[in-house]
């Protein structure tokens, strides 16, 4: 019994030693959130939308970026991302993952290993 019980400690802390998280960082911005943005929004209207962009730069205050990354601890892959710009508090371009058709935004889904 003496011999079993630190073995057995062992065992439980190799196995834990082995096992990888799943990592979910940044915006998770889903279809129907980014359907909601339109050019001339004002920023108060697009974080009503999205919530806090992931990245606001101090030194590009008029530009924000929302970043969705997903994989295990060690290897996580980005799967989409797009950059919205404001001029005198007004939505005035979006860049990325995103595609505008007849003024409707819609995201652009990308499979996790890209």
Request: hydrophobic share 45%; proline share 4%.
């Amino acid at each position: 019994m003496r011999v079993f019980l630190p073995l057995l400690v062992i065992a439980m802390f190799l196995a834990g030693c082995t096992h990888r998280v799943d990592v979910q960082q940044g915006n998770f911005v889903d279809e129907e959130m980014v359907a909601r943005l339109k050019m001339n929004m004002t920023r108060e209207q697009v974080l009503f939308a999205l919530g806090t962009p992931l990245i606001i730069d101090p030194f590009h205050p008029n530009r924000w970026d929302y970043v969705y990354l997903t994989g295990r601890a060690g290897d996580v892959n980005r799967v989409r991302g797009f950059t919205l710009e404001f001029e005198e508090d007004r939505l005035v371009r979006i860049d990325g993952d995103v595609t505008i058709i007849d003024d409707r935004v819609q995201l652009q889904v990308q499979a996790a290993d890209q």
